[in-house]
């Protein structure tokens, strides 16, 4: 039975977030159950792209990638595919009309990372962070708002302030592995080598900034989609605090992280913000 393809191909994605962010996972969780599955499609795709270019080193990366976008294109053109996550995914395409220059947007990020170490230039470092954060934040919007076009014009610019905000999080979260195991430095004004906490303090108000625009769109949600996505801002933020709180060298040599029973109380104050309509 093809509906129980697809069930397994969603229950695939759906194992594929949580195994690979608990706190993406627990935030995802928040959402109405009309819209979950969804995320856990788009998330499975985005992973599985990622890893292909950060992880796989024993392999041929590029042939890898390459393989992997053909098959992505024959399963939104089928509007099937034997590989599960593909399948899954194709189906959230399809469902809320993602537009492709969003997916190929990402993928050509996704591409950048394959021979790309440095971003040297503003115009540089904004085209990946648009391909590898701010589409994802669009092609989730487009769940989130289920259809709704005015509503996601709306949006837009917010959800990609988002995108940015989280994954500007994660790079400087990540920045021992990207420099030391990967070779690769985003942001295109710090010295990597010899991060100081004037450079540090730069990169932490720029997420603000983006956080503060991002904000702005959360508010005007729909119920189905506002608490999870505050979830993961409040997660993110909380983060945020902590690498600011960290010394420069600190965060060089060890990866900052939120301990789970933290998380634990940012989803509990979410949700008496959320139930208080302080959101």
Known sequence: MKSLFDKVSYDCSKIVTQSYSTSFSLATKMLSPKIRSDIYNIYGFVRFSDEIVDTFHDYDKTTLFNKFEEDLKCAIADKISLNPILNSFQHTFHKYEIPYDLVNSFLKSMRMDLTKNNYRTDAEYKEYIYG????????????????????????????????SAFQKVNFLRDLKADFEDLNRAYFPHADLTELDENSKQLIVSEIKEDFKKGYIGIIKLPAEAKFGVYTAYRYYYKLLEKLQRTPSMQIKDARIRVPNYEKFGVLAKSYVNYKLHLV
């Open 132 to 163: 590898s954060a701010d589409v994802v934040g669009l092609m989730c919007l487009k769940v989130f708002v289920r259809g709704n076009d005015s509503k996601y014009e709306q949006l837009k610019e917010s959800a990609m302030s988002l995108g």
